[in-house]
């Protein structure tokens, strides 16, 4: 038997989300139907560019938002339904400077901080009606880890596994059958992934967001009870309201967010086409 080639050898022990691409650059994807799954009004930021230009690209882009945000603030005025509202709103405004509609736009309700206490198996199933309903080619969620657990913080870190355990059971019929029997929805398996917010080390795609990165500054200056002084004394959703120097301090913070490399910006992802049951791992010798 020929010994085997060097390189060969080498990208069968590399792991694949070292060399996984799509078949189409993400960049011409057209006609998609586009999932992400976030834990807060305001995760999505780190795909704002991608989205955007996906959506120009005539692709429809849904998004389901696990809970209201209705604790992320410092300001002792506030109360948590004021803030689920002010959050509410801030996530609709900055989807529309994507192009995204607010009827494409979904939240479950639940209390920030408090994800993973939360029913599971509801949680899930809200999560497998949306993915049946909505019958994604691509979902976009939390890295929930490749070979390992990723930490995230606790809402981020639950919400990236219950988005994949509920992709897993969206695609057979006999799990929540009441979509299937009373909703009259099918079973329906994702085929593509593209994980955000996990180590740099794991990500094996980047996408050129050429061309919306000032799409994803006007949608991140929306986030003003987040990424101002809103934060500790929030004066109104209209950053006029603010000092002059906490203006600019805000959309200074939000034009750093956009990594860029050569003057290109690019929004990086793991990705990953495949069962559900191996989107966490590498594949077993």
Avoid: C
Avoid at 32 to 45: E, F, N, Q, S, V
Avoid at 63 to 74: F, I, P, Q, S
Avoid at 228 to 248: I, K, V
């Amino acid at each position: 038997m020929r010994p085997m080639n060097f390189l060969a050898l080498l990208l069968l022990l590399l792991p694949v989300a070292a060399i996984a691409q799509p078949q189409t650059p993400v960049e011409e994807w057209t006609g998609k139907t586009i999932l992400l799954i976030g834990g807060h009004p305001d995760d999505d930021h780190q795909s704002h560019g991608t989205l955007a230009m996906l959506r120009d690209h005539g692709n429809e882009v849904y998004l389901v938002t696990m809970t209201t945000g209705n604790v992320g603030t410092k300001d002792p005025k506030l109360s948590r339904n004021e803030l689920a509202q002010i959050r509410r709103q801030e996530e609709v405004d900055a989807l529309k400077a994507l192009g995204i509609a607010e009827d494409h736009y979904f939240n479950l309700g639940y209390d920030d901080g408090r994800l993973e206490y939360a029913d599971r198996e509801e949680a899930i199933g809200k999560l497998v009606y949306y993915i049946r309903k909505l019958k994604p080619d691509v979902l976009f969620a939390f890295d929930p880890g490749y070979n390992y657990q990723v930490w995230h913080k606790s809402d981020h870190r639950a919400a990236g596994y219950l988005a994949a355990d509920a992709v897993r059971a969206a695609e057979w019929r006999l799990l929540y059958e009441g979509h299937i029997i009373q909703d009259g929805l099918e079973a329906h398996r994702v085929p593509e992934f593209m994980f955000y917010g996990g180590n740099v080390e794991d990500k094996n795609i980047s996408v050129n967001i050429s061309g919306y990165d000032d799409e994803r500054i006007a949608a991140g200056m929306n986030y003003v009870s987040q990424w101002s002084s809103g934060w500790s004394n929030y004066r109104g959703p209209h950053l006029s309201a603010y000092p002059e120097e906490d203006q600019q301090a805000m959309r200074d913070r939000v034009t750093r967010r956009i990594v860029r490399k050569d003057g290109v910006p690019y929004e990086s992802f793991r990705y990953y086409e495949g069962p559900p049951d191996s989107m966490g791992r590498a594949p077993r010798h």
